[in-house]
T-cell receptor, first 111, second 111 residues
């Protein structure tokens, strides 16, 4: 079944830890995105990729980094987590002519 | 400066009512206008989308009305049901990618 997966779904971690949020899609989409969303609030684009080895920063400045080594995989990394990074992180993917399809999200809490 | 303005922030209707959510945009280069539905703890799901060459699009109980000259578009939900209770986001982009989202409307449909 074609889908987009995010792991973990929930993560509680201490300040200063390095974390990687995983995102994979089985639809063969070229475009992938990371959005950040505080509870009940709008979504802000933080990273996007048009294909393998292509990554760009989004409109919202973020201390996270991303990589796109394989078409289906788009992980997001925080080298040193801080309480200000507490949020929900949503991964999405799309074809060239289609709107993004979102994964279930990772809810991150940094204590 | 917010490029996509959404109203109202919240909406309460009775079952069978027709909630209407409005969005306005500023960038005339936008050519793709989707609506997303988000339930608590889930990622947003693409509901319906429109391009500026048509003034209305209907899918099931959901209708988008689009006014290019006024730079406004709206979502109408016909015969609303309690299961429609969710947060709705409008969005806009050029070439379907890098969506800019509205601030969301929390809809509650009471039996």
């Amino acid at each position: 079944e074609a889908d987009i997966y995010q792991t973990p779904r929930y993560l509680v971690i201490g300040t200063g830890k390095k974390i990687t949020l995983e995102c994979s899609q089985t639809m063969g989409h070229d475009k992938m995105y990371w959005y950040q969303q505080d509870p009940g609030m709008e979504l802000h684009l933080i990273h996007y990729s048009y294909g393998v080895n292509s990554t760009e920063k989004g409109d919202l400045s973020s201390e996270s980094t991303v990589s796109r080594i394989r078409t289906e995989h788009f992980p997001l990394t925080l080298e040193s987590a801080r309480p200000s990074h507490t949020s929900q992180y949503l991964c999405a993917s799309s074809y060239i002519a289609g709107g993004p399809i979102f994964g279930p999200g990772t809810r991150l809490t940094v204590t | 400066q917010q490029q996509v303005k959404q109203s109202p922030q919240s909406l309460i209707v009775q079952k069978g009512g027709i909630p209407i959510i409005n969005c306005a945009y500023e960038n005339t280069a936008f050519d793709y206008f989707p609506w997303y539905q988000q339930f608590p703890g889930k990622g947003p799901a693409l509901l319906i989308a429109i391009r500026p060459d048509v003034s209305e699009k209907k899918e099931g109980r959901f209708t988008i009305s689009f006014n290019k000259s006024a730079k406004q578009f709206s979502l109408h939900i016909m015969d609303s049901q309690p299961g429609d209770s969710a947060t709705y986001f409008c969005a806009a982009s050029t070439r379907t990618d890098k969506l800019i989202f509205g601030t969301g409307t929390r809809l509650q449909v009471f039996p």
